[in-house]
């Protein structure tokens, strides 16, 4: 396996496990006091940097472990497929924020709709990067 495709599985199961540490800590904290009242701006920015912190831990890990293999062509498009698939919630989300701003909805709703389109674009690229690296571009296509 190519530092790529670890590369490409670790940022999926990181995206995963930030949305489920995010919204575990978010919901705990809202036994005490309703959803839209709890402090959800340091939980979600600890959940980022969290996940930034052990991202690049476990990448300067892989890249000490992994025998070297510079990226080709395929790795270039995989990425570029990947990217283009995630873009979608990326998009969503970035639209879904928008949306509830017009409608003037509690920040807290706008924050946590552009927060998951992040995630699930992160989430999204990686398993399409993956299909993408176990079936080959053809076997990818949607």
Do not use: C
Request: glycine content about 10%; charged content about 15%.
């Amino acid at each position: 396996m190519s530092y790529e495709e670890k590369s490409t599985w670790v940022m999926g199961a990181l995206a995963v496990i930030t949305l489920a540490v995010y919204t575990s800590v978010t919901l705990v904290q809202a036994t005490s006091v309703p959803l839209t009242q709890t402090p959800y701006v340091a939980t979600m920015l600890w959940t980022i940097i969290g996940s930034i912190v052990v991202s690049i831990v476990i990448h300067i890990a892989l890249g000490m472990f992994t025998r070297g293999r510079k990226q080709d062509q395929r790795d270039r498009e995989f990425h570029a497929f990947g990217g283009r698939v995630g873009n979608g919630f990326l998009v969503a989300g970035t639209l879904a924020g928008l949306i509830l701003a017009w409608l003037e909805v509690d920040w807290f709703w706008i924050a946590n709709a552009l927060f998951l389109g992040f995630v699930l674009s992160a989430i999204l690229e990686s398993i399409a990067k993956i299909v993408a690296y176990r079936r080959g571009l053809a076997g990818a296509r949607w």
